[in-house]
């Protein structure tokens, strides 16, 4: 075996094997060599072409499907067997107001929160702007995607782990952050057993898009003696916090925005929007399976359902107007 990291690769590979070759010919008894150089050929380089090939199918993904190349393994909301089985898809992202598709894009990746920048992206290829504001759900609510909708001035009704905050479960967790106040000046939070916890150092992390995150952490002294010590951490020692002061201040912005008036009124009108139209693609209209195989043509295939849905969303809307001005 290999391993990872190994610098081997087929062509380096098939080079050595062509060099074995050549000292077998000239020891053509040499019957070590002879079994070596056969599983090399026969065995090693087939399997290690194999694997390239597979490792250039998956490109930044972890999985694929081997019926269809494009389509990623994830885990669907239909789960007859009820034991979170992971099944080759793609993940659908649209945009829509008054219930039409505005627009559709379709991604690798499982997770909703790394589809937004490209998503917009799309949008921007197919209607010529960006909307002045997103709504979407705490999935988008990461601190790179504030940031991008922050710099592309999209008002942002965008949750985060909102709901969670609001509970009565986390707002007595002692060992939350969240729960605890910090002093600008000082530069310091202060705990629930009211102790101080003193900025020490920061750190960079980069995200797998090439955002770049700013960390900083924090120790308090005494934990040892606290009352409080075993409901707030685990940890033998000191608390050690690490804060990203750029996720809370979009936090608590989004926090203030969905606590209004308007953003309640916004963030709302998700639940119309493109909820009701995945249902009545998914469920009023049956599609719950894409016909074609391959992302270019599942794209399509999204395209005309797209289509299809606003063509009939109009008609509906037009009938409707229609038998109003008769009464
Ligand atoms: S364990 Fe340390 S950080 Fe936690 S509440 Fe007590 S003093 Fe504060």
Redesign the pocket.
Known sequence: ELGEGTEWTGEKLETAIQNLEARLQEKPKDKPLKKAVRQLRKDLLPRLRKYEQYQKTLGSRNSFSKTDSDATFMRMKEDHMRNGQLKPGYNVQIGTENQFILAYSLHQRPTDTRCLEPHFKKVKQMLGKLPKTLIADAGYGSEENYAYLEKEQIQAVVKYSYHKEKSKAWRSQ??KIENWSYDEEQDAWT?????T?HFRYESKERTESGYEIRKRHYR?V??ED????SS??KAAG??EVTVSMEALRYRNRARELLRSEEGYALAVRRMIEPESVFGQLKNNRGFRRFLLRGLSKVTLEVGWLSLAHNLLKQATTDQKRKQAILQ
């Open positions: 002692i060992g705990c629930k057993a009211g102790r916890l308090s005494g934990c606290c009352p409080l010590k707030c951490t000191n608390r």
